[in-house]
């Protein structure tokens, strides 16, 4: 069902050699470099200006459906996206730059950014005809599918490891969907995905190894945050990196405004993860060329506990292409930073997104970011659905 594909994408492309072909729903990977491929926009193509944009109302990611990879009939509406930008003025100056703020994917039906993932990957799960989808999540992701396949009359089928969180959990099963609990890690859920899909090929697999449309959806963030900056590029972007899909997402999303002339800059990215599993910090300072897998991941940052990073070389070339790098910082800095920007600026981060705050605290002490720079941090989640988690580290702190 190729109607299903967006008009102005001429090719599914590599993002590392440039090899391309015809359009596709599950486009598979590089025959000539194994990375995933991923739908391209023909900016000639794409018939629509930002002022046109602009006059939109600010209640869902497809206001952006000229740039998106599918058609909008496939559209499944749950108003995700179009989360605020919180400034943090008091945050700012305590860390010594010009501005601070935090994109606040907490906002999202499921409480965090996997929703826009979803959204555009259920939708080409929905076009292609299947009935099925599945995946491995540490818990965030099937949540999110869970809800978007409920909404798109899908049956979702969601492996998580022992130690996804209740909430993500109890939801899965809540919007219907079949939940495997799988014992192990998220190696062991993804192993477990991975069987079940040899048993069921008519299943459509939306783990983010298989399909590049979670990039797609994901890549809305950067065009949210230039477009609520007034189609300016902040000088740093600070993301909590598990898999870094989107990362991946937000930096093709940068390159495609700046070619079409939307935004003149492109920010540097900057990877925040946790000590406990750190695999693309080890890889840039090691200045290596691949990423590899953190063994013994153990974090309390669950949506980044992702000790085998997919598309790692993708991920160290946005970084390092940028002009940005990586940072780990341990949980009780993380945690605490979700503390701090909790109390002081009211805003609730998952500890995941906490990484990004305390990351960034930890790239003023290096003396990579500074006075000058206009600085904007992926609150990827809410922290309503970790409240004992933060709670427990007020009691570690005698409150
Ligand atoms: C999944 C997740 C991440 C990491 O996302 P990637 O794009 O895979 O790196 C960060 N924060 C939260 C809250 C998540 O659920
Ligand atoms: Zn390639």
Known sequence: MTE??????DAVACPLCGHAEAPSLEPGRCPDCDALLEPRLDQDAIAVDRETVETRPFDDLWRYAELLPLAPETAVGLGSGATPLVECPTLADRFGVASLAVKHEGTNPTGTFKDRGQALAIAAAGAAGTEHVALASAGNAGHAAAAY???????AHVFLPARAGFVQKAMVNVHGADLTVVEGRLTEAGAAHAGAMDEHPDWFSISTPDTPYRREGKKTMYYEVAEQRGWRAPDAVVYPTGGGVGLLGMAKGARELASLGW????????????TGCAPVVAAMDAGAATVEAATDPDTICGGIEVPSVGAGREVLRVLRESGGSAVATDDDAILDAALTVAETEGVALAPEAAATISGLEALVDRGELGADDEVVVLGTGTGLKHADVLRSQLMSQGI
């Not at 935004?263 to 946790?274: G, R």
């Open 4 to 9: 299903a594909i967006a008009d102005a994408v």
């Open 149 to 155: 396949a409920a909404r798109a009359g899908l049956q």
């Open 263 to 274: 935004v003149d800059d492109e920010p540097a990215f900057f990877a925040a993860q946790s």
